[in-house]
């Protein structure tokens, strides 16, 4: 994935906000996890790895005699993705600098897994394909991306619905689809993967991090937005204020997108 594709703040910056998100998303990606078939002894891809939250879960629920390689476009987060696994002593796991979308990858892997990699992909079924030819005959991939048109907050407010028309029209600009979610199915059937399955979740609260990962993220997708000519950094400015006014409103309600996954197997034959 060229990196002009992806909206949101990398580097240290953006790390910071992956772990939020990291912590928030944790409980389900684990439940989709063990839901795909993942079990000790594996060989496991975690495309776009960002700061390596889940490719360390990834890494301890495939030991013992299991491994992790997790791929990731910037070399930064790497560099403190390897950081942090040596704190852990994780040592089943390597992180390679690589671009699924113009990278061969390795050819011998159980289970592949991605999340919000395939949203900003201007052809999502290329990656897709690659991630197939990377798993071994009967392997599983496991994927999760958003649908932005699920966002919802109470009571109304324009700051929320200004930050959803922001990020919504800047994915565009850049190629992605911010609401590729519902088509994920579709997608790994089109990929030639079997057996595909979906389901549905979505995080919503009136305190604590689900509400103030929105105007983290909308901080994050400035520079985009105000490259791409949507809005100025004054409006952007304002915008983020509000969104952190309202997070921290105990009597409101802020959800983050909903979220779908899919998963499935190469077939083996």
């Known amino acids: 994935m060229d ?3 992806y909206i949101i703040r990398g580097g240290v910056e953006g790390r910071e906000r992956l772990r939020i998100l990291s912590r928030l998303m944790r409980p389900t990606s684990l439940d989709l996890l ?6 000790p002894g594996m060989a496991c891809l975690e495309v776009g790895c960002g700061g390596g939250d889940l490719a360390f879960d990834l890494a301890r629920m495939v030991s013992p005699g299991g491994r992790v390689v997790a791929t990731e476009i910037d070399e930064i987060k790497l560099d403190i993705a390897r950081r942090e696994a040596e704190a852990q002593q ?8 690589a671009d699924v979308t113009q990278d061969e990858l390795e050819q011998e892997f159980d ?8 949203t900003h992909l201007p052809t999502p079924e290329h990656a897709l394909t690659r991630m197939r030819r990377a798993l071994r005959p009967g392997g599983i991939v496991a994927v999760e991306d958003i649908d ?8 109304d407010c324009g700051a929320v619905r200004r930050y959803v028309d922001l990020y919504t029209q800047t994915v565009r600009r850049r190629g992605g689809d911010p609401n590729i979610g519902p088509r994920l199915p579709a997608l790994l059937s089109g990929a030639g993967f079997e057996a595909v399955q979906m389901n549905v979740v979505q995080q919503a609260g009136t305190s604590g991090e689900v509400k103030l990962i929105t105007p983290i993220t909308m901080e994050n997708i400035a520079e985009a937005v105000v490259a791409e000519g949507f809005a100025s950094q004054a409006e952007i400015d304002e915008i983020v204020a509000e969104l952190y006014a309202f997070a921290r409103n105990p009597s409101s309600v802020l959800s983050m997108p909903r979220f779908v996954e899919a998963w499935g197997r190469r077939p083996t034959a």
């Open 3 to 5: 990196k002009s594709h």
């Open 34 to 39: 063990q839901r795909a078939g993942i079990r």
């Open 90 to 97: 994780i040592s089943n796991i390597e992180f390679k600098l």
């Open 111 to 118: 289970l592949v897994h991605a999340r919000f990699v395939l």
């Open 148 to 155: 932005f048109r699920g966002y919802f907050c109470h009571p």
